[in-house]
């Protein structure tokens, strides 16, 4: 794992549908929002799914294609290396 958490970004990544759907269960939902609250480019992504979430009333797969999914972890570790950039 990296650094001091229990989930990395990829991981966060893979499980923020079952997250905004709730299915979750209680020891995964508290290593996300431990991540969130130490990571705030995973808080950004998480809030713009859940304004996906709010104008669309649904998220499918499709909104997490891998093309999708790999430009915005490419993006983060833009961040994380000192390069600001947005997605
Ligand atoms: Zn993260």
Same mark, same amino acid.
């Given at each position: ?6 989930? @990395? ?7 923020? %549908?079952?997250? /905004?759907? +709730?299915? =979750?269960?209680? *020891?995964?939902? !508290? ?11 995973? @808080? ?7 304004? %996906?979430?709010? /104008?669309? +009333?649904? =998220?499918?797969? *499709?909104?997490? !294609? ?22």
């Amino acid at each position: 794992m990296t650094r001091d958490l229990e989930i @990395d970004c990829d991981e966060l990544v893979e499980i923020v %549908t079952d997250y /905004l759907e +709730g299915a =979750l269960d209680a *020891d995964a939902r !508290r290593r996300f929002t431990e991540h969130l609250e130490v990571c705030t480019d995973c @808080d950004a992504y998480v809030d713009q799914m859940r304004e %996906t979430v709010r /104008l669309t +009333g649904t =998220l499918t797969e *499709d909104d997490l !294609r891998p093309d999708m999914r790999d430009k915005l972890l490419a993006a983060f570790r833009g961040w994380e290396a000192g390069t600001p950039r947005l997605p």
